[in-house]
């Protein structure tokens, strides 16, 4: 069973609004076990839509519409809608209803626009819109299925969920689909690549691998189609444990989940806390940390010792240890974590120093070089990480090696 | 002149990644005049790419493809496209020579799988990616122009912006368009078009006005097309210069510049520094101004008191204070700011306490209550904010009004 999404807006095709509806109708699909072949963005145009009806009809067997069905000019969906399927409008009075419903707990006037919504052409099968005025229609021609949605997130979701997913599985017979990530850090693509090459060579035929990359991490994600979805998920599942002896130290999560966040439930079972100090990260560090909710239940606060008198009057750092090794040292770094850990009284303290660039590189520290150290009760670990030319980069890299040495320290 | 953009990706289709790349393509292509009619996002499959070629090239003078150019197996798109142009792959010494330079700076050995990279196929124009390993490609055939980058998107944008976008305004002679962007920080979309609804009716009929939202910002995006660009650009500066009487404090720049360069650069040339003491910010405030390239000049660093206890000990904050006013209170703020200036010896300190939420909030002071003070010598000032329910955005615009009040002693 395969699906087309289409997605009408002018708002879309001049980057002014992210296409995220795409992307959710595409996950909810997916979960479903339909395959999403084609997302199509096309402007608020009649003859636009009926090409781009045509041409999905040739690809897929359900296609997904979402925007243009508000109450103002530039919406033209459905009336292109009511001429493609050849058919007059009618009143649907259940979506009157809704609108009057709606209309009243906001003490609102129901005018004449408002009314028209609750026209709707004649072949369609109306979809009440619990959570707006414009109702979604469903279409079948020739054995496919076209649903159209308005294109406010909250509406369309809504109407996908309680509404079209449920009908979609009732009137097809569904193939399911298992996805499972792997989020990984620390290795590049090609050499990640490389480090997997035997365990990738050995995947069975039906299941597929892909790499999603973003700075600083990789996310592996194995896909895999049959009827037999639990099957299929013990399956997936037993690949991906067979992946860690190849990259022990780089998975950090089987889900796709942000570093900041395994850091921060590993802190909290294990009843830790952390504190962070920071010189070329300048904060990110912390900011990741405390971007995740309830993150004050084991992150008390951090340095950020940009200037090295910083490092020294507010993180101990010894002027002879600065005058002899440079900032961007394992002397350095250990004071550094030592310190904030005794006195923010945390368990774990984190410090990094680095050149982030694009100046302050030599020869010997080129730009890219960092120093990171995790102390915690009578130790203190450090680690050099070279990453690359680029600020922002290098940034992002050395708060994720810093948030991973903490993670290994947890597990 | 009429473009698609096409972006390739399974990720895409299962709503893994939100197509991010589309929005910022589209924007960029619009500036430049090109009219954008379909985004279509496809998955990694070579018949899928020919279809979408075919139908595309029925649609549009220029497409540009995003997508499947890296270096492991899941990426087929090169060698779809050598197929669908007839061609044979040919090696590119400058390809090769940019990965071999991308790699000693990573201190990595370049492996036979990037060696690949640098094979194109032989009846496209390479465009070397300085930001990445894959080469763009740039086709031109029955007086189309189709040109395919990796997804990656920084490499993405650079090719664009640096390769893509000049090559096609000299290929198709392109008219000029001329944008002129004012940033604006503290005021809402609806807000601000009241504010400034007098000057925005008297703008002449061939100026465009934008308005481009992102939270706590807006971009105010003026344009204008014609032959003479010279006078284009006059004619929009005097209009932006009418500008500033109706809305004197949200202005921070006629530029398409973040607030802390802004701030970055008023500190520098006022020679003054600052440093930071943060709660609900975690960090974000520190974060933004080391972003910044050379912001050791003026920033010395902070301190992140996300407990009670480091707002005491490291901030100087008040027992009493904290127990009668609470930690989210203009008292607060006021010693967080005062302090860390003294503490760090700087000209400015900035402090920020809020509850970000989701929990904290009280009838009180609901979710997104926040404080912000600015100390500089001998005098402090604090200012109390409402922002919103959610947590992201409330840090992001803590942060943004901490900086623009910082702005403001310095202008």
């Known amino acids: 069973m395969t699906a087309e999404i289409i997605n009408i807006g002018d708002e879309l095709l001049i980057g002014q609004v992210v296409n995220t509806n795409a992307s959710w109708m595409g996950a909810e699909l997916n979960k479903a076990g339909i395959?999403?072949?084609?997302?199509?963005?096309?402007?608020?145009?009649?003859?636009?839509?009926?090409?781009?009806?045509?041409?999905?009809?040739?690809?897929?067997?359900?296609?997904?519409?979402?925007?243009?069905?508000?109450?103002?000019?530039?919406?033209?969906?459905?009336?292109?809608?009511?001429?493609?399927?050849?058919?007059?409008?009618?009143?649907?009075?259940?979506?009157?209803?809704?609108?009057?419903r709606i209309f009243s707990g906001l003490n609102f006037e129901v005018t004449e626009v408002n009314r028209q919504q609750a026209m709707v052409p004649e072949k369609c099968t109306p979809l009440v819109n619990r959570t707006g005025t414009a109702p979604g229609m469903w279409f079948e021609q020739e054995g496919k299925v076209i649903v159209s949605m308005p294109g406010v997130p909250l509406e369309m979701k809504t109407l996908t969920s309680e509404e079209v997913i449920p009908r979609l599985q009732k009137h097809f017979h569904l193939?399911?689909?298992?996805?499972?990530?792997?989020?990984?850090?620390?290795?590049?693509?090609?050499?990640?690549?490389?480090?997997?090459?035997?365990?990738?060579?050995?995947?069975?035929?039906?299941?597929?691998?892909?790499?999603l990359p973003q700075p600083g991490i990789v996310r592996l994600r194995l896909s895999a189609k049959g009827t037999d979805k639990k099957a299929l998920e013990t399956e997936l599942d037993q690949l991906l444990r067979g992946l860690e002896q190849y990259i022990p130290k780089a998975i950090f999560g089987y889900c796709d989940c942000a570093l900041e966040e395994v850091v921060g439930k590993l802190l909290k079972e294990n009843g830790k806390t952390v504190a962070t100090a920071e010189s070329c990260t300048g904060g990110y560090i912390s900011h990741l940390i405390t971007s995740i909710a309830g993150s004050s239940a084991y992150f008390k606060g951090g340095i950020v010792s940009y200037a090295n008198e910083v490092k020294m009057d507010q993180l101990g750092v010894l002027p002879e240890t600065l005058e002899e090794h440079g900032a961007v040292s394992r002397e350095v770094v250990e004071q550094m974590a030592a310190h904030v850990r005794e006195r923010l009284q945390t368990d774990f303290g984190i410090a990094v120093s680095?050149?982030?660039?694009?100046?302050?590189?030599?020869?010997?520290?080129?730009?890219?070089?960092?120093?990171?150290?995790?102390?915690?009760?009578?130790?203190?670990k450090a680690k050099k990480f070279h990453?690359?030319?680029?600020?922002?980069?290098?940034?992002?890299?050395a708060a994720l090696a810093a948030l991973n040495l903490l993670r290994l320290e947890l597990v």
Not at 175 to 195: C, P, Q, R, Y
Not at 354 to 380: F, H, L, R
Request: charged residues 30%; aromatic residues 6%; proline residues 4%.
């Open 354 to 380: 680095g050149i982030a660039g694009p100046d302050g590189g030599t020869e010997e520290k080129p730009v890219g070089t960092t120093w990171i150290a995790v102390a915690c009760e009578g130790e203190v």
């Open 175 to 211: 193939d399911a689909i298992v996805h499972k990530t792997v989020m990984t850090t620390g290795m590049g693509e090609s050499f990640l690549a490389e480090k997997i090459k035997e365990w990738e060579d050995n995947l069975p035929a039906h299941v597929k691998l892909a790499y």
């Open 387 to 397: 990453f690359g030319p680029q600020r922002d980069r290098n940034i992002r890299r």
């Open 35 to 100: 395959q999403v072949k084609q997302i199509t963005s096309i402007a608020d145009d009649a003859s636009d839509i009926r090409k781009a009806l045509d041409q999905a009809k040739e690809r897929v067997d359900i296609i997904l519409i979402s925007g243009g069905l508000g109450p103002t000019k530039d919406d033209i969906t459905k009336k292109t809608l009511a001429e493609y399927f050849d058919s007059t409008m009618v009143f649907h009075e259940p979506s009157l209803e809704n609108v009057k």
